[in-house]
């Protein structure tokens, strides 16, 4: 499938509409818990079990992005969205079955194994078009469709709240509400295969600078440099820091003031869900513009510096000042989104736009690893203080302890990336785009 180039007069902005379509869908994968009570009740799960989709979901995901990536540049973004779309849909199809069948694993497969591929596919799909697109403001252009992946939980957790109300929560009631996910997904989906588009130059925008500009490193020759070992280090303290937060944040606040005498109550924790998934949101596309003024490195320096900063106050504070740790716990959050979003960008200035999005995709194997790793600290020291006879903030001390170690870590690796040595840079390609018009002469 060729990339489609845009005609002559193509507005710039209705490419992160098409990019929007795409990541708000994908982005149902963070209201993913609404479906574990259900799951539990009518298949006899565990909790480990109910989770065990979408963890394998946010593996996938690293693996096709890091796997995929050199495909997605050579083939498109029109290529690699239809790829999401049908992997994405599929996998809501394979569990619908599942769930009708009371066959667990189907779910496991379909959502987990094959959404995932649509997951990781899809994520990385607009990264590329965008920075062309872009070249004088790709922080804002890569927040803008990141911010929509932080953004699809707010529409899909009580989207499929209300289905699960109207079909029941048996099983029946699932399948359906799976099925309705995926035929509604493709079609939303489409509309982002359909609307994208390629440049038709290298200088998209007049006084732009060009997409091409400066030194362009493959991503063969990327991962062999050390600013992006820095940067994987980078992106997964951040990350690690973050979901540590954001999977147990219900629980968390409500053992934070369980002992003093304004408790949280179940709706509260709810709403306190919900403000976090808001900051995470609103940090992707506001952080990201913020780098485009003063600088990637900068920025990452706020991300993990203040970071630190925010669970340490937590952890010292955080029990006496209910208002204090609802804002730590968003700023962090909102680090959290600004970090997804900006990593293009900043491996753009590193790396040049020629395979970004190749690049992209290797680096989000750090993604991985931290949705792995900031549950398994966060759940694991409180499941052991807890067994210690510890309550309340008490069970969460040494974790934050970790997460400012790890944030620190982050820190000194940002300070460590420095521009990529010349014998890794590779001839100015010109971009496919260029040669349009002799190609389309060529098959006239």
């Given amino acids: 499938m060729s990339p489609p180039v845009a005609p ?39 909790g480990t079990q109910s989770a065990l989709p979408f963890q394998l979901a946010i593996v996938m995901l690293g693996l096709s992005a890091a796997f995929g990536g050199t495909f997605v540049e050579r083939n498109g973004p029109r290529w690699a969205m239809t790829v999401a779309l049908v992997c994405f849909s599929s996998g809501f199809l394979i569990s619908a079955l599942g769930a009708a ?19 990781g596919i899809g994520y990385i799909s607009p990264v590329s078009t965008l920075i062309k697109w872009f070249p004088d403001r790709p922080g804002m252009a890569t927040g803008i469709a990141i911010m929509g992946f932080g953004g699809g939980a707010l529409i899909a957790s009580p989207w499929s709240t209300q289905m699960l109300e109207s079909f029941g929560s048996d099983s029946s009631g699932i399948a359906q509400a799976f099925l309705v996910h995926g035929l509604v997904y493709a079609v939303f989906m489409s509309l982002g295969v359909l609307l994208v588009r390629v440049p038709r130059t290298e200088k998209p925008v007049e006084g732009a ?29 951040n990350v ?10 219900a629980p968390m606040i409500t053992d934070f003031f369980a002992d003093t005498s304004t408790p949280v109550s179940v709706s509260a924790a709810a709403g306190f869900v919900a403000l976090l998934s808001a900051a ?41 000042s209910k208002p204090l740790f609802i804002l730590c716990a968003l700023v962090i959050l909102s680090f959290y989104g600004g970090g997804f979003a900006t990593i293009p960008a900043y491996l753009k200035d590193l790396f040049g736009s020629y395979q970004v999005g190749a690049i992209h995709g290797r680096l989000l194997t750090a993604w ?3 949705g792995v790793l900031g549950p398994l600290i966060v759940n694991w020291i409180a499941d052991r203080q807890e067994d210690a006879g510890k309550h ?7 974790s934050f302890i970790i997460m400012i170690g790890l944030l620190v870590v982050g820190f000194v690796a940002n300070e460590l990336v420095r521009p990529v040595d010349a014998r890794h840079h590779i001839p100015a390609p010109r971009e496919e785009t260029v040669d349009v018009e002799r190609q389309q002469s060529e098959s006239a």
């Avoid at 098409?18 to 479906?35: K, M, N, R």
């Avoid at 003063?294 to 010292?316: E, Q, S």
């Avoid at 309340?392 to 040494?398: Q, V």
């Fill in 240 to 249: 690690t820091a973050g979901i540590g937060i954001l999977e147990k944040a």
């Fill in 280 to 320: 995470n949101m609103a940090g992707r596309i506001g952080w990201s513009s913020t780098s485009d003024l003063i600088g990637r490195k900068n920025i990452y320096r706020v991300y993990l510096g203040a970071g630190a900063v925010m669970y340490a106050l937590i952890a010292l504070f955080g029990d006496s």
């Fill in 101 to 119: 069948t009371e066959q667990y694993w189907l779910i496991v497969l379909g959502y987990g194994f094959v959404g995932g591929i649509g997951l």
């Fill in 8 to 46: 002559a007069g193509w507005s710039r902005w209705l490419v992160p509409p098409a990019a929007l379509s795409v990541h708000l869908s994908i982005g149902q994968a963070y209201a993913w818990s609404v479906f574990k009570p259900p799951l539990e009740s009518s298949l006899g799960l565990s």
């Fill in 209 to 237: 600078p060009s997409a091409l500009q400066g030194p362009q490193v493959s991503a063969r020759n990327a991962v062999r440099t050390p600013q992006f070992w820095c940067l994987w280090v980078v992106l997964c303290m």
């Fill in 368 to 370: 991985s690893l931290a």
């Fill in 392 to 398: 309340g903030s008490a069970l969460y001390g040494l």
